[in-house]
């Protein structure tokens, strides 16, 4: 069983935590988010230009570029996260340019050596999956794809084919943490999108707090929190870390103990 396999096949619904790499204490908080009750994490690739991102994960690029930091270093943070944490499924988030500069065999190689499950690439498009996909999957990294509010049914097949880990549901048609979609329409995506596909679906951009979190677990496999994430990185620096934690366990919290997940 994969580690994305094991984490949507507990009883519950999944918290899925993203902060960006060289961000603060990238490491410390990493471990934050584990002690905290996490079940998936997201580490996001510093961007230049991250066009799905909000201001908050603008910063959050520009902190972290103004660092330094390299895709070698993000590596590095990733295997070292691997021999800390080996059941946690973690997840790179980003964009095309800094995934295949060198080549994409070259980055699906350095993947699956640093223990890294999936990607997320939001600006390769389904239809331009050669760019990247093959070769992730021939490392046995899984895809992960991005369905949004205008994903119609013509489109999903396209989305779907080749993805794994799971279907991140972008909630809203902006950028992250600017918005809440409205519940009604996340209940209809979700079901919607769980008619078509057996991979969990998890729901994201515009989840600041726990309350939001508990409402979308009641029909989603997974929540994925980020930008509040960031604020909190953003206030504390490098002493995040316990701010963190005690975040991640008021969001577990909140998702674990919702309803059941609907069928």
């Not at 070292?80 to 080549?103: C, E, K, Q, W």
């Not at 515009?206 to 929190?225: C, L, M, N």
Request: with cysteine.
């Amino acid at each position: 069983m994969s580690r994305f396999a094991a984490a949507f096949a507990k009883p519950r619904p999944a918290l899925v935590a993203f902060i960006t790499a060289g961000d603060g204490d990238t490491a410390a908080n990493l471990d934050a988010l584990v002690a905290g009750g996490a079940d998936v994490i997201e580490l996001g690739m510093p961007f230049t230009d991250p066009m799905a991102d909000g201001p908050t994960i603008q910063q959050a690029n520009l902190r972290s570029l103004a660092k330094g930091t390299t895709t070698a270093d993000i590596f590095a943070i990733a295997s070292a996260f691997r021999a800390r944490h080996p059941d946690t499924p973690l997840v790179l988030m980003g964009y095309a340019n800094p995934m295949t500069i060198r080549g994409s065999e070259w980055f699906a190689a350095e993947c699956a050596k640093a223990g890294i499950d999936g990607i997320i690439c939001v600006d390769i498009p389904s239809e331009e999956d050669d760019e990247l996909g093959p070769a992730l999957r021939a490392a046995g990294v899984d895809l992960i794809r991005l369905a949004t509010p205008t994903t119609d049914t013509a489109r999903l097949p396209a989305v779907l084919s080749g993805a794994g880990g799971f279907l991140y549901y972008v909630s809203v048609a902006g950028i992250t943490g600017q918005q809440q979609a409205a519940q009604a329409s996340i209940d209809q995506a979700v079901a919607r999108l769980k008619a078509a596909t057996d991979l969990p679906v998890a729901v994201g951009f515009g989840v600041r707090t726990p309350a939001q979190a508990a409402e979308i677990a009641k029909v989603a496999d997974g929540v994925v929190v980020g930008s509040a994430f960031i604020d909190i990185i953003a206030e504390h620096g490098d002493a995040a870390a316990p701010y963190v934690e005690a975040f991640t366990r008021s969001l577990a919290d909140a998702i674990h103990g919702a309803k059941e997940i609907a069928a």
